[in-house]
């Protein structure tokens, strides 16, 4: 399973590279505004230092929601480096341009879906990764682990090569569901990775190891 930082904060994307345990980053308009990134250039040049901190797969978002600025924006988000991966709208306009930038081997990850006929029309366009986001649809009352169970189920009756990245994912047992099922990827802040480290009994083990040894070695 991929681990990917959803955040466009570049010292906790340092972080969880620094882990060893991170395959990617996934950003959005909000994530990036919240680091007060503004401005074409700005934000390409902090495209470009997400790239520089891991080995690949850095969603970045278009802004535009028809296709021909979609496509523009995209193939322009694609020059900034080999390791983005343009991360367009499940919206009409999207799909198309899913489509389009596939055929021109420029990856795609297509975001904001909340049902599995929009993951299967992501993965029909050729899209590279589908976002499925479980935590917006458990806030309004809608298992959002049954969709990726769901999306992971429909992908393989048809060997379909896009790549399960379940979103919006709030804390460990998001993330260890989704690992159940066999998604590919989960994106979550770092905070979700890190509880991962958390045990009593590991605390309680190391200290009872180190004691031990001090008895002896003092
Ligand atoms: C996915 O790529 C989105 O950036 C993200 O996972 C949304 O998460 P949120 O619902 O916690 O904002």
């Known amino acids: ?43 390409r040049a ?16 278009v802004i535009a929601t028809d296709f021909d600025n979609i496509i523009k924006e995209g193939k322009e988000l694609a020059k900034i480096d080999d390791k983005i991966v343009v991360k367009v709208p499940m919206i009409k306009d999207g799909i198309k341009a899913i489509k389009y930038f596939s055929s021109m081997d420029i990856r795609t990850n297509c975001t904001l879906v909340f049902s599995a006929g929009q993951a299967l029309l992501a993965a029909k ?6 976002s499925p986001f479980i935590g917006r649809l458990d806030d309004i009352s809608t298992d959002g682990l049954t969709l990726i169970e769901d999306i992971i189920r429909i992908y393989d009756n048809y060997a379909y090569e896009t790549e399960v990245l379940a979103a919006s994912v709030r804390h460990t047992m998001h993330l260890l569901e989704c690992a ?35 008895k002896v070695n003092s």
């Open 1 to 43: 399973m991929k681990f990917f930082i959803d955040t466009a904060n570049l010292n906790e994307i340092k972080e969880a590279y620094e882990l060893g345990v991170l395959d990617g980053v996934t950003t959005n308009p909000s994530l990036m505004a919240k680091e007060g990134i503004k401005g074409e250039e700005n934000v």
């Open 46 to 61: 902090h495209y470009k230092a997400i790239c520089d901190i891991v080995d690949n797969n850095v969603s970045a978002e």
């Open 125 to 130: 366009a050729g899209a590279s990764y589908v």
């Open 180 to 214: 159940n099922m066999g998604a590919d990827v989960v994106t979550c802040p770092l905070n979700v990775i890190t509880a991962l480290l958390n045990h009593p009994l590991t605390d309680s083990g190391l200290a009872k190891f180190l004691a031990d040894h001090k």
